[in-house]
């Protein structure tokens, strides 16, 4: 850690570049996987972490299996894109991110604030369906960015079939895949080259 | 940064506590500012820094206004709802996270592996939708973690009317409104108890 003091009350602690080397600057999305496990405590401490990240209202709707048993695989399998099955069958761990389209339910818990939230909700679809996207799609992003800081790789997929997942995990709940995710060690043998980004200008704007 | 080495040559970087608290433990959506202005270097660096992180096939869609003039914000204000609006106008800047739908315009530069990539969108207007929303709300999700780790505070929303917001910013485009977001250096005295967050076993399980 760093700390920029431009004026004397100001002080603000920052992330020193090699912190945003790990997370962002040379992190990279693997492909190939060391056969080397990974502690079930670190899973633990990514999903503590990633979930003090913001959602809107606290709507925390991001859902998770942990999928790393034979069997758990095998379910998998005839969900995956043929250019994600084999690196999937070989993780040490593949995470479903999910969500939850019923978490409008815990609100009088989780947003204490408004003890009037679950009504903002229930019965409209369409912002149901947004909002479990959304926000659990940025935690999904917390849970990435986590998992890196501990120091795992991660290779997440949207290549995949959403209903077999469905099917085979979340039968009979309000509980929907969002993305796929690798998790373990990665082989930086197997890494593609970086593909380029969109310069500044072409992404942001003053207003 | 500290350095796990439970095996040889296995060393591992991974981010200490303080750098966790920064952008995740301690850190908070704020809701009121401080009179303190945003560097333009810190933004552009920001956006620097939240590309990096990874896109589906490097889709990369998120597009972005930093709204900071007193013009901007009267352009904003009409959408915003009430709970947001003088926490907004207040702001020193309000970026609007937004996402372009023809990002696949941009894959045969963005994603030189695959020469079809285009393909993969063109015409497909729900895959275009459910990729433009996933891929940039998890760029989305690296912007609050970027800002976090240059020091600066956020405080995202997704209560206002993008329709206002569209037409004001975005009319003849293709690119759309997600959510909005709050940049400054917070103020403490106006932040809100934290709220709960789930248990472990409320969010994930093991298969």
Redesign the interface.
Known sequence: ?EK?ATTAN?A?????E???D????K?R?HNGW?D?PVP?AL??RA????????T?A?T?P????????K??KE?LRPALSPGNLEKTMAAPVTAIVAYDLEFYE?LP?????APDARSWFAGKEAAIAE?A??NG??????L???LR???LDCG????FDKAIVDAA?FAGTTVRA??LMNIG?GDPAKL?AR????D?TE?????
């Open positions: 850690m920029s100001a603000r602690k920052t992330l020193e090699e912190a945003l790990l997370l962002f600057m992190a999305t060391q080397r079930e899973l633990r999903v503590e972490i990633a979930k003090m990240g913001p809107s606290n925390s991001m859902r998770l299996v942990f999928v790393r048993s069997e758990g379910r815990l818990r989780l947003f204490p604030h909002t996207f959304r799609t940025l935690q999904g992003a917390y990435i960015i986590a800081a501990l120091g997440p997929m949207s290549g995990f969002n993305f060690y593609f593909s380029p980004r969109l500044f992404i942001a704007q003053f207003a």
